[in-house]
Each structure stands twice: as C-alpha cells, then as structure tokens.
C-alpha cells in the first residue's frame, strides 16, 4: 500500500510539464530578469527539474545499453531534462556567482548532448566537456580564416535548422494537444523537440565559452592590478636640464644662472629665522628707531608756500597760452592740404 508521502508527492509527468510552461513563461515575459517575479520562477523550475532528475535516476528509464527505438515514445521527452536545467541555469542573476552559473550551465547542456549522441538522436559534434583554464587555451596572432568561415557556415545551417524544426512544430501542436496522435506522430513530435534543443545547446554552449574566458581575462587583468604597488609603476624621475644639445649644456650652461635650490616657502621660513623680514624690524624696532625710519613731517606753513607757488606757476601757464592763440589762428603751420 503507498504511503501517504508516496501520494502526495507530484508525478514525473507533472514535474516535467511544470517546469517546462515555467521556462516558457520565463522567455516570453516583459519584466526584468532580474525581478522578482521571474527569479522566483527561475528557482521554482530548478527545483521541480532536480526531483525530476532524482526521479528519472530511481525509475532507471535511460540506460547506456538500449537504442533510442527501445524507448517508449511517451519517455522520450524526458531526455530534455538536462537541457531544460542549462537553460534555466542561464536565466540566473547574481553578478558575484555568474561564473558559477555558467559552469553549471555548460555542464547541463554537454550532459544532454551526451545523451543525444548516445542515442544518435542528430548527428553533430561534440564540444569539448570541460572548458580549459584561461591559462591553457591556445592563443594565435592571426586567426584562421578557413576555420572562421567554415564556423559561420556551420552558424547559419544550424539557424536554419532550428528555424525549420520550429516550424514543424507548430504544424503538429494543434494535434499533439488535442491528445488524439497517433503514436508515430508522438515520437515524430518529440523527436523535432529533441532536434531543436540540440541546436540550442550548441549555441548556449559555444556562448558560454565566450562569456567565462571574458570572465577569467577580467579577473586575471583585476588580480595583477591589485597586486602590483603604484610606487612599483612609477619609475624614478631625476632632475633634468632643457638645452638644444649636450655641448650647449657643456659651454654655455642652462641658459640661465642657476637652479633654483629652495622654495619660496623655505626661503620665506629661513629669513624669519633669522630676523631678516622688514615686518619683524618694524615689530622689534624702538620708538627712537622707528621715528627716525619714518618720513620727516613737513610744517604746515611750508606746504601752504609750496601750494601758493604751484598756483602763480599754473596760472602764467593759462595766461601765456591765451597770448599765443590770439597771435596764431587756427590751423597755423598746417600746410599739408595746400596746393
């Protein structure tokens, strides 16, 4: 008799389409990926997809020795388990764990990969299943242009194999929901599901790849910058002379008298030192000294005869110059415009 847990605890078919409708909802939604909503629905797949993992592993559906035609068409969906895991993984965000995720990812998708070979469900290649240190992986000067262009070409037929799997797809949705299909059109439909995801995780994975080694690059790069003292950058700078050339610096010098030896501040300090400031003699001078310092006075008197003088001396000024203009008319001596 089954447990009371046993009853309660969802079915492998439920996990499995749960999890699925929240990836696609995941996909298709306008709000941030960051937000909580979608987050919320990102660890919510994950964990359905674990037990459902845990669940495929206890009821042994797949195994290394039998065909993909010994599998039931109604368990082939099941294989995308892993896929579903990657994909999910992928829409994580936490900037501090993006490595980690990634990692995670790449190795969800090379698992189904694995299987998909193994059951020969498409014929591909196999990327490698572990992604060499940023140290390992090779470096070339000049890329190699057959490579890239064969890699392109392999982009662009894998896109358009994607595209047509979709489309048939979509030409058997319409019967696979109405839940009459016959069997062969079951295993039909969820074979081009299984196509397609491998398409998927060959782009996912080849991303992946991109993204880590711009990840260790960045890392490394912030390492070695920590690492190194600013006061190890910076090379000792000596003291220099600009002059045309060395025997003009041999003859004639630097072309003016000297080098400064101190600064204004220091010689500043070192005549207030000493006293030699014209503010300190006047602070320490005696009122006898200071007297003597100061500009005599002149007496009133005195200043009234020189005021009186200025006056006569300005006014036979004015009366001079009043003889001369009734004596000389205007524009005297000006013979530039006569003829």
Same mark, same amino acid.
């Given at each position: 008799?089954? /447990?009371?847990?046993? #009853?309660? =605890? $969802? =079915?492998?078919?439920?996990?499995?389409?749960? @999890?699925?409708?929240?990836? +696609?909802? *995941?996909?298709?939604?306008?709000?941030?990926? &960051? @937000? =909580? *909503?979608?987050? +919320? !629905? #990102?660890?919510? &797949?994950? +964990?359905?997809?674990?037990?459902?993992?845990?669940m495929l592993l206890q009821l042994d559906l797949f195994s290394r020795n039998e065909d993909l035609e010994e599998i039931t068409s109604a368990d082939l969906k099941y294989l995308m388990v892993p896929a579903l895991q990657g994909a999910l993984t992928m829409k994580l965000v936490h900037t501090s764990k993006r490595l980690d995720h990634l990692q995670r990812a790449r190795e969800h998708f090379i698992n189904y990969l694995t299987q998909c070979q193994h059951?020969? *469900?498409?014929?591909?290649?196999? $990327?490698?299943? !572990?992604?060499?240190?940023?140290?390992?992986?090779?470096? /070339?000067? @000049?890329?190699?242009? #057959?490579?890239?262009? @064969?890699? =392109?070409?392999?982009?662009?037929a894998r896109y358009r194999q994607q595209k047509e799997l979709e489309h048939q797809l979509a030409a058997m949705r319409a019967a696979m929901e109405s839940g009459q299909a016959e069997d062969e059109r079951v295993r039909e439909y969820h074979l081009l599901h299984l196509r397609r995801w491998i398409c998927i995780s060959l782009e996912e994975v080849e991303s992946i790849d991109q993204e880590v080694k711009i990840l260790r690059s960045r890392d490394a790069s912030r390492e070695a910058s920590t690492s190194r003292s600013p006061l190890q950058d910076r090379a000792t700078m000596k003291p220099f002379v600009l002059t045309r050339n060395k025997a003009q610096a041999t003859v004639f010098g630097a072309g003016y008298p000297s080098l400064a030896t101190m600064t204004v501040s220091d010689w500043y300090e070192q005549h207030r030192k000493s006293g030699a400031l014209p503010d300190q003699r006047l602070a320490t001078a005696t009122p006898a000294e200071f007297t003597r310092a100061a500009p005599p006075h002149e007496e009133p008197e005195q200043k009234e005869e020189e005021e009186e003088d200025n006056e006569e001396d300005t006014l036979h000024r004015v009366r001079d110059w009043d003889d001369w203009k009734d004596t000389h008319p205007r524009g005297y001596g000006n013979r530039q415009n006569m003829g």
């Open positions: 008799m089954a /447990t009371e847990e046993q #009853v309660l =605890r $969802p =079915r492998l078919p439920e996990l499995f389409e749960t @999890s699925r409708q929240l990836l +696609d909802e *995941v996909e298709v939604a306008s709000e941030p990926a &960051g @937000s =909580r *909503v979608i987050q +919320d !629905k #990102v660890f919510r &797949g994950l +964990d359905l997809l674990e037990k459902a993992a845990e059951y020969h *469900v498409a014929e591909f290649q196999l $990327p490698e299943a !572990k992604l060499a240190p940023a140290e390992q992986q090779p470096t /070339t000067a @000049s890329p190699n242009l #057959v490579a890239m262009a @064969s890699h =392109r070409q392999a982009k662009v």
